[in-house]
């Protein structure tokens, strides 16, 4: 019997009772390892005594203070953190309490700086196909992920949609990586013209897409080519680096790989890593300064923005991020993961892609690696897949949907940063096992 309304009515689910590194365990003892840190969140991994006294002394000193009356040592220091860490151009932060939030925050900063620049007109918001910003309204309308929008459609704001930079799916036979690049691209200038680009304000994407379609990076010169559309038309530029930022994919930020700096950035579960609900967005000093010269405001507030604790968990796991440099550990944790990846599944008669970046992997089935032919969704393979996992003692975040929110199947792996070796071997065998069990159900 319980009070709360689960995501899954029906679904019994184990009791979490404590974590420690790796590992998560429940209330009948069985210990799990969290090979995707819950959807890329536990960066740490789990009970980090740093980040715990860091929790400690700020509930010690300071829970709470809104943000209408006063700032705190703590956000400003964070802001500070993160700022001297950001790609160029980045000037302030704004701190909200998730992914979600972050998105509407920057989707409002995009609109008021043009209304503040004097181009009112500028509304419309393009994103792509197989993303996701998160389930509030305007972040739901945001992202291309059909099955999530589908009942909420009336309720939706206008949006525009192009297609994602999808190697696995879209790339065609013979093309090369850079004539898939460019025409990729090309979508987003297409579709700025058809609208007028006098109405476009933003162009959305996710710099590694996550859940939609499974650790899918982009191709050659890309975002760059992308980056450059955005500057012909005035059209701001938002990396949304909720979940495959703050260190996930080698670099700090996802967008460094590739050479790019956004205008406005959404950050939020790797900034935390779980310890407190927490997310940002970077904006860069044009945006502030229209605010700044203009109106003097930011439209926008919530009740917790800037929460102290939150606050401090985050600047903790930053901190033990950078003093235990664990984005080379990222890096070579990665590669192996990547290696072990390929050494089990590279000639497995239903894994048609391996992909990702760094610490952020993942694995798409097929029902036919020659054509690509998807598994029937009504399998639910995906959800096999979980099932099985956890009955193997792993955690992973499998998905449905993945080439068009119906059809296909992927495995994303985010484990924490601070893993080893072992711990990598555990989950590939793991994997293999479940993936194995879930194909002969
Ligand atoms: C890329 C991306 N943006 C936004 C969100 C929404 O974040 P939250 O669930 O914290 O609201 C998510 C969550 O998975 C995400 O992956």
Known sequence: MTHILHRQISAVLPVASGGKGVELFDSNGRAYIDASGGAAVSCLGHGHPDVIAAMHRQADTLAYAHTSFFTSDIAEAL??????????????????????????????????????IGQPLRRNIIARKQSYHGNTLGALATGGNEWRRAQFRPLLIETHHIDPCFAYRFQEAGETDQDYAARAAQALEDKIIELGPETVMAFVAETVVGATAGAVPPVADYLRRIREICDRYGVLLLLDEVMCGMGRTGTLHACEQDGVAPDLMTIAKGLGGGYQPIGAVLLSQKIFDAFANGSGLFQHGHTYISHPMACAAALAVQEVIARDRLLDNVKAMGAHLARRLGERFGNHPHIGDIRGRGLFMGVELVEDRSTKQPFDPKRKLHARIKKAAMANGLLVYPMGGTIDGASGDHVLLAPPFICDVAAIDAIVERLGDAIGEALRS
């Open 79 to 116: 802001a500070d953190r993160l700022v001297a860490d950001a790609p160029a151009g980045i000037s302030h932060a704004y701190f909200v309490s998730g992914g979600s939030e972050a998105i509407e925050a920057a989707l409002k900063m995009a609109r008021q700086y043009f209304v503040e």
